[in-house]
């Protein structure tokens, strides 16, 4: 069952219910807390790339939260993602001055034959609708794209990555770099499967 996983760095804290532990990408042992959602106000928004030495990574997005009683952190979400598309499709309905809630969510999909994963926007005490990325609704997100490689028929989502990008870049403008104030890198968030308490919706 999975969380959004809240990173507590490398040292142990004390007398703090719920830590786990594992060893991270770069052999370092690290400590966690796992949550069912974040909540807070989003203050920033970037869209990172990953380091030179592991593309693979693939590119981030990244939001600075400030929760009600001022505490701060970072919340990091794949971007080429069903999270990251959660949020992108979701993203027109959210009142920046109120706080939102990120709520990863997990359920097994009969139609598709296997466990279905997302990221549902709260807001208000309700599910925010999307936007545009469904099939009455595409919004003018390029469909994935049929092609061969290496003898093998598989789906090419390279527009629709360019096409959500740019969405996601004029997200991003709606912050002033130069009005923000940077929280301390530590903790930080990531979403991974939860069980939803709002219900999914389908996109492509």
Not at 24 to 38: C, F, I, P, S
């Amino acid at each position: 069952m999975g969380k959004v996983v809240k990173s507590l760095g490398k040292e142990e804290p004390a007398e703090m219910e719920g830590v786990t532990t594992r060893i991270n990408k770069n052999g370092d042992r690290v400590y966690e807390l796992q949550l069912d959602y974040l909540r807070g106000f989003i203050k920033g928004a970037d869209l990172k790339l990953p380091p030179d030495e592991h593309p693979e990574y693939g590119k981030t997005m990244e939001f600075r939260i400030e929760a009600e009683n001022g505490a701060q952190c970072v919340l990091q979400v794949p971007f080429d993602s069903a999270y990251g598309r959660g949020f992108l499709y979701a993203a027109p309905g959210i009142e920046l001055d109120s706080p939102v809630e990120f709520e990863p969510y997990q359920y097994f999909s009969k139609k598709k034959g296997r466990d279905a994963t997302g990221l549902s926007i709260i807001q208000h005490g309700e599910q925010l609708p999307w936007a545009y990325g469904t099939k009455k609704n595409p919004g003018g997100v390029p469909p994935l794209e049929k092609v061969t490689f290496k003898g093998k028929e598989t789906w090419d989502n390279t527009k629709q990555l360019a096409f959500l990008e740019k969405k996601f870049l004029e997200f991003c403008s709606l912050f002033s770099d130069g009005d923000q104030e940077q929280p301390d890198p530590q903790p930080q968030a990531a979403p991974e499967p939860a069980p939803a308490t709002a219900g999914p919706q389908d996109d492509f």
